[in-house]
């Protein structure tokens, strides 16, 4: 069992950076390839951005690429995801999610564990 607390998400205006954070217990935390994950109101959950275990291999969603990053700490069982050049089409609650397989995934129900959620709302 793994549990997942994101925070980092706020008001933004477009344009803004923000970074979130998912801090994880339970488990050991570099058993798990990680992702990211929104869901704008109305909409489905869709796949942002993963990483592997050790954080060597990422996969972006084309809808962040050149804007998102996820990178991980693995000694403080930490996954982050830095947003920038953000829009209000990035409007969402966020959420992280863990994965015990060996293969990263990007579709939300290969995923075992999932956060809360937080909200991030950009600005026009």
């Known amino acids: 069992q793994v549990q997942l607390v994101e925070s980092g998400g706020a008001l933004v205006q477009a344009g803004g950076s923000l970074r979130l954070s998912c801090a994880a217990s339970?488990?050991?935390?570099?058993?798990?390839?990680m992702g990211w994950f929104r869901q704008a109101s109305g909409k489905e959950r869709e796949f942002v951005a993963a990483?592997?275990?050790?954080?060597?291999?990422?996969s972006v969603a084309d809808s962040a690429k050149g804007r998102f990053t996820i990178s991980r700490d693995n000694a403080k069982n930490t996954v982050y995801l830095q947003m920038t050049s953000l829009k209000p089409e990035d409007t969402a609650v966020y959420y992280c999610?863990?994965?015990?397989?060996?293969?990263?995934?990007?579709?939300?129900?290969?995923?075992?564990?999932w956060g809360q959620g937080t909200q991030v709302t950009v600005s026009s």
């Open positions: 999610a863990a994965d015990r397989s060996l293969v990263l995934h990007v579709t939300p129900r290969m995923y075992d564990y």
């Open positions: 339970g488990r050991t935390f570099g058993d798990y390839n």
């Open positions: 990483i592997t275990r050790r954080g060597g291999t990422t």
